[in-house]
C-alpha cells in the first residue's frame, strides 16, 4: 500500500476541495455517489478506447478524479463532524462498485473477458478480506502489496500511457497486462490477509 503512506499529504492539500464542497451544499455521501459516477464514466469511456486510444486519456483523467473525490468526502465528513457507519458503509459499497465498473470497462475495450474475471475477482476478494476480519472480532485489514489508491494510480497512469503507447509486449496490450497484474497481485493480497487474519484468531 504504497500511495496510502503519503495520506497525511494528501490530506493537507483537501482543502480547497473541502471548501469547495461546503460552499455548493454539497454532502459527504454526494460527493461519494458523484465519485461513483466518475468511475462508471471511466469504465464506459474504457469500453471503447481501442476505437480511438486518445479516450484512454480521459479515461485517466476521470479515474484519477474519482480516486481525489474518494478523499475528499471522508475529510469533507470529518470537517462538518458527520461522519457515520451508514456513511462509511455507503462509500465502501460505491466504491467496489466503482472498481466494478472500471475493471470491466478496461477488459470489454481489449475483449479480454477471462483476464476482467480474474482482476475483478480479486480486487473484490482483497477488499472482503478486509472487512471480513473485522467481522469476526478483529481490526478491519488494509495490508497488502497494493490498496485501492495503488490501484487507481496504476490504471491512471498505464492507460494514461496506452494513449499514446500502442506495444503489446508478449502479444498483450498495456492495459491487458495492467488486468493480469490486478489478478496476480489481488489475490495474493487476498490470501496474504486470510493467513494473517487466521494467525490472529488462533
Do not use: C, K
Not at 490530506?11 to 473541502?18: E, H, I, T, W
Not at 471548501?19 to 454526494?30: E, I, K, Y
Request: proline residues 2%; glycine residues 12%.
Amino acid at each position: 500500500m504504497t500511495l496510502d503512506r503519503f495520506r497525511p499529504l494528501a490530506d493537507r492539500a483537501l482543502g480547497p476541495f473541502v471548501s469547495a464542497a461546503r460552499m455548493t451544499g454539497l454532502s459527504p455521501n454526494g460527493v461519494s455517489v458523484i465519485a461513483f459516477l466518475l468511475a462508471v464514466a471511466a469504465g464506459g469511456v474504457y469500453g471503447v478506447a481501442t476505437r480511438d486510444p486518445l479516450l484512454y486519456l480521459l479515461g485517466a483523467v476521470l479515474v484519477f478524479a474519482n480516486g481525489w473525490l474518494d478523499l475528499v468526502d471522508g475529510a469533507l465528513a470529518r470537517e462538518l463532524d458527520v461522519a457515520s457507519s451508514g456513511g462509511d458503509l455507503l462509500d465502501h459499497v460505491l466504491d467496489r462498485y466503482a472498481d466494478i465498473a472500471i475493471i470491466v470497462g478496461l477488459a470489454a475495450g481489449i475483449d479480454r473477458w477471462a483476464l476482467g474475471i480474474a482482476a475483478v475477482t480479486g480486487v473484490l476478494m482483497t477488499s472482503y478480506l478486509g472487512t471480513q476480519a473485522q467481522a469476526v472480532g478483529l481490526d478491519r485489514v488494509y495490508g497488502g502489496v497494493l490498496g485501492r489508491a495503488d490501484r487507481l494510480a496504476l490504471v491512471g497512469v498505464v492507460t494514461g500511457i496506452a494513449a499514446f503507447v500502442q506495444a503489446r509486449p508478449a502479444g498483450l496490450s498495456l492495459v491487458g497486462w495492467l488486468l493480469v497484474v490486478f489478478a496476480l497481485v489481488g489475490h495474493l493480497t487476498a490470501v496474504q490477509r486470510f493467513y494473517h487474519s487466521m494467525r490472529a484468531l488462533d
